[in-house]
């Protein structure tokens, strides 16, 4: 799978050639969204195929939950919402292209999607060139911001750093970091060995394996002779099936050596297996087994769509909690224009299944509440330890004397 440097240039120069635009060639206007008759167009932008299929489908599917319900109380503005969905097949240029498709031939009033950071920074040069608005639902390295992107999954001060303290506090001192080969897992390990050098832990070993990769056994021996106390794990997509039967083929128990993984919700669960993985940890701000009214709303709605056996996670739910944060902004603003629905998106709340979360409008980023919990044997997960109220977006680390210079 192509993440570097080339593949981005690829992207930046697809974004500003001109493909699919109107016979006037490029253009910094604003892109109009068709907002003329009775329904408003938004797009739907996840990997339906491909490497990260695993996860970003069900994704796609939470969105359109969120969609049905919103059409079925009236719409947004007196008109229902009309998907159009596409393809990203786990390829950035890919991405890039869908993305200038929706907001120059759908005429899109808003999209939604993408999980990867390679792929959210492949598409960013594109809604920012034609001011249009991306809402990214899915946990990220942080130390970025967009006037055209709003992101509803954590950022590093929400997910990565309350997992650090809570290994910090359960006595795990030396840790190895494993992770896919792009943007996010290298970002995060950066922050997560700032973290530790300023936090009296230890990186034992720093290992990458290509997205889309399963061959774990080298690592995973790598792992075990390391003698970790625990292991960081940002692997991303159907990776993390290979490495966790590698993980348990080398002999490594959640007992012996924990994991937490940042990237691991139900969804991946159900597809690697609980009996690779019961007893290890993740790092969201959401779960299935969440308590709540709104959770227990969301649950029952998303299973009667798609199934019984269909679990939720947090990607799904900061999805989902995503259309409905835009409607509350479109209807604050009285437009679909997307300079007026930034300006009214501060302090923008809504009663998630996640629990109560606002939108800080100066970073465009939401108050969440921090969660660790650990996989059970049923395949779902239960939280064991919470921030206890939504923690502020901080993307860049401002109010961490460590994280200074990393970005």
Request: net charge positive; hydrophobic share 40%; proline share 4%.
């Amino acid at each position: 799978m192509v993440a570097g440097a080339a593949a981005l240039a690829a992207v930046v120069a697809l974004s500003a050639c001109g493909a699919k635009t109107n016979a006037g060639g490029t253009s910094d206007k604003a892109a109009q969204a068709d907002v003329s008759g009775d329904t408003v167009k938004v797009g739907l932008l996840n990997s339906l195929s491909g490497t990260m299929a695993i996860s970003e489908v069900t994704v796609r599917d939470s969105l359109k939950l969120a969609i049905d319900e919103i059409n079925a109380s009236g719409g947004v503005l007196g008109k229902k919402i009309k998907p159009i969905s596409e393809d990203g097949a786990s390829d950035w240029p890919t991405f890039a292209e869908k993305a200038q498709k929706l907001i120059k031939e759908d005429r899109v009033a808003a999209t939604f999607g993408c999980w990867t950071s390679a792929s959210r920074k492949a598409v960013k040069p594109v809604f920012e060139k034609n001011k249009s608005l991306l809402f990214y639902p899915v946990q990220y390295e942080g130390l970025e911001e967009s006037p055209y992107i709003f992101y509803t999954g954590a950022t590093t001060n929400q997910q990565i750093i309350p997992a650090l303290d809570y290994l910090k506090s359960q006595g795990k001192k030396k840790i190895y970091l494993v992770g896919s080969d792009y943007v996010f897992p290298r970002t995060a390990n950066k922050e997560i060995k700032a973290y530790a050098k300023a936090n009296g832990m230890t990186v034992l070993g720093e290992d990458y394996a290509p997205l889309g990769s399963t061959e774990f056994s080298t690592i995973a021996n790598k792992v075990k002779a390391s003698k970790a106390d625990a292991v960081f794990n940002t692997l991303n997509g159907d990776s993390n099936v290979a490495f966790f039967k590698e993980y348990k083929s080398a002999g490594l128990t959640a007992k012996s050596m924990p994991v937490v993984s940042v990237s691991i919700a139900e969804e991946e669960v159900k597809s690697i297996g609980s009996q690779y993985l019961a007893g290890q940890l993740t790092a969201w701000n959401y779960y299935q087994t969440t308590a709540g009214a709104a959770n227990t709303k969301f649950v029952k709605a998303y299973k009667a769509k798609y199934g019984q056996d269909k679990p939720t996670s947090d990607p799904m739910e900061a999805a989902y909690t995503s259309v409905y944060l835009w409607k509350a902004m479109v209807e604050k603003a009285k437009s679909f224009d997307p300079e007026k629905v930034k300006a009214a998106s501060d302090g923008i709340t809504f009663d998630a299944p996640e629990g109560k979360v606002t939108v800080d409008g100066a970073s465009q980023h939401i108050y969440k509440t921090a969660r660790i919990g650990k996989i059970g044997s049923d395949g779902l997960i239960k939280q064991v330890w919470d921030s206890g109220k939504p923690i502020k977006p901080d993307p860049f680390l401002k109010g961490y004397s460590w994280a200074s210079g990393l970005s």
